[in-house]
C-alpha cells in the first residue's frame, strides 16, 4: 500500500530506487513487491527504465468500489431532476482521507465555466462539498486535510464547526477568485452519519443569493433528506 500510495502522489512514474528511498522499504522488498504489482496489473512497468506507475486494473477495482456503493444508488435517480430544478451542475462529493472526490455528475447549461472531474481528487478545503464533509468528518481526517493542504492555514475548528451545522455550504467567487458559485449540503443515511455531500455549481450570474435561498438549496436538502433513507435498502 505504501508503495502504491507513492504513485498516486506522484505526476510522473517512478525508478525502483527512489521508490525504495521513499518508502523505507529495502532495494530487494521494493522490487518483489513490485513485480507482484505488475503482475496483477496493479503497477505498470515502463521496461527500458524501469519505472513504475499505477496500472489500468486500479481503474476497474476503483469504477466496481463506486459501483456498488449505496450512497450513489440512492442518489442517482436525483440527479437529472435536481440538474433541471437548479440550472447548475450537480455533483455527489465524497471523502476520501481528507480529499474530496466527485463520484457522480449530471453537467447544466451553466455550470459557471468550472469544470469539475468525476474521478478526480479534489483539495477538500477548496469546494463546498469538501468543506461540508470535513464539517461532519472524525477529528483524525480534518486535521490530515488541514495539515495536507496548501490551503490548511486559513481555516480553524472555528470553520469546521460552522460547517458541521450549517444547513448548507456556500463557496462564492470571492474565495480563490472562482468563477463559479458552489452550494452544497449533507446527505445522512438512516443513522445520522453523514455519507456524501449533494452539490450544485452555477455562475454567479444565475446563483444569486435569492435563487440560492429559494430554489437551490431547498431542492438539494429535499433531495439529500430523500436519498438518505434510501441508503441501507441496497
Same mark, same amino acid.
Given at each position: 500500500?505504501?508503495?502504491?500510495?507513492?504513485?498516486?502522489?506522484?505526476?510522473?512514474?517512478?525508478?525502483?530506487?527512489?521508490?525504495?528511498?521513499?518508502?523505507? @522499504?529495502?532495494?530487494?522488498?521494493?522490487?518483489?513487491?513490485?513485480?507482484?504489482?505488475?503482475?496483477?496489473?496493479?503497477? /505498470?512497468?515502463?521496461?527500458?527504465?524501469?519505472?513504475?506507475?499505477?496500472?489500468?486494473?486500479?481503474?476497474?477495482?476503483?469504477?466496481?468500489?463506486?459501483?456498488? @456503493?449505496?450512497?450513489?444508488?440512492?442518489?442517482?435517480?436525483?440527479? %437529472?431532476?435536481?440538474?433541471?430544478?437548479?440550472?447548475?451542475?450537480? @455533483?455527489?462529493?465524497?471523502? %476520501?482521507?481528507?480529499?474530496?472526490?466527485?463520484? &457522480?455528475?449530471?453537467?447544466?447549461?451553466?455550470?459557471?465555466?468550472?469544470?469539475? &472531474?468525476?474521478?478526480?481528487?479534489?483539495?477538500?478545503?477548496?469546494?463546498?462539498?469538501?468543506?461540508?464533509?470535513?464539517?461532519?468528518?472524525?477529528?483524525?481526517?480534518?486535521?490530515? *486535510?488541514?495539515?495536507?493542504?496548501?490551503?490548511?492555514?486559513?481555516?480553524?475548528?472555528?470553520?469546521?464547526?460552522?460547517?458541521?451545522?450549517?444547513?448548507?455550504?456556500?463557496?462564492?467567487?470571492?474565495?480563490?477568485?472562482?468563477?463559479?458559485?458552489?452550494?452544497?449540503?449533507?446527505? *445522512?443515511?438512516?443513522?445520522?452519519?453523514?455519507? /456524501?455531500?449533494?452539490?450544485?455549481?452555477?455562475?454567479?450570474?444565475?446563483?444569486?443569493?435569492?435563487?440560492?435561498?429559494?430554489?437551490?438549496?431547498?431542492?438539494?436538502?429535499?433531495?439529500?433528506? *430523500?436519498?438518505?433513507?434510501?441508503?441501507?435498502?441496497?
Amino acid at each position: 500500500m505504501r508503495l502504491l500510495e507513492l504513485m498516486n502522489d506522484g505526476h510522473v512514474s517512478m525508478p525502483l530506487s527512489e521508490m525504495a528511498e521513499r518508502s523505507g @522499504l529495502s532495494l530487494s522488498t521494493t522490487h518483489r513487491v513490485l513485480r507482484s504489482l505488475v503482475e496483477a496489473g496493479l503497477v /505498470a512497468q515502463d521496461g527500458p527504465r524501469s519505472r513504475y506507475s499505477l496500472g489500468p486494473e486500479v481503474i476497474r477495482l476503483s469504477e466496481g468500489y463506486l459501483a456498488r @456503493l449505496p450512497v450513489l444508488r440512492a442518489l442517482a435517480p436525483y440527479l %437529472v431532476d435536481l440538474r433541471d430544478t437548479t440550472q447548475g451542475t450537480v @455533483l455527489v462529493g465524497l471523502l %476520501v482521507k481528507g480529499s474530496l472526490l466527485y463520484a &457522480d455528475r449530471v453537467d447544466g447549461e451553466d455550470a459557471g465555466g468550472i469544470f469539475r &472531474d468525476v474521478h478526480r481528487i479534489h483539495d477538500a478545503l477548496g469546494t463546498a462539498a469538501g468543506r461540508v464533509l470535513l464539517g461532519h468528518a472524525h477529528e483524525d481526517i480534518w486535521k490530515e *486535510a488541514v495539515t495536507s493542504s496548501p490551503l490548511g492555514k486559513g481555516f480553524s475548528d472555528k470553520d469546521r464547526t460552522a460547517w458541521a451545522t450549517a444547513r448548507a455550504v456556500i463557496l462564492g467567487p470571492e474565495e480563490f477568485l472562482r468563477p463559479s458559485v458552489e452550494v452544497a449540503v449533507p446527505v *445522512a443515511d438512516r443513522s445520522g452519519a453523514v455519507v /456524501a455531500a449533494l452539490a450544485a455549481v452555477g455562475s454567479p450570474r444565475s446563483f444569486t443569493a435569492d435563487v440560492l435561498t429559494d430554489r437551490v438549496t431547498p431542492a438539494l436538502i429535499r433531495a439529500a433528506a *430523500a436519498a438518505g433513507q434510501a441508503v441501507g435498502d441496497f
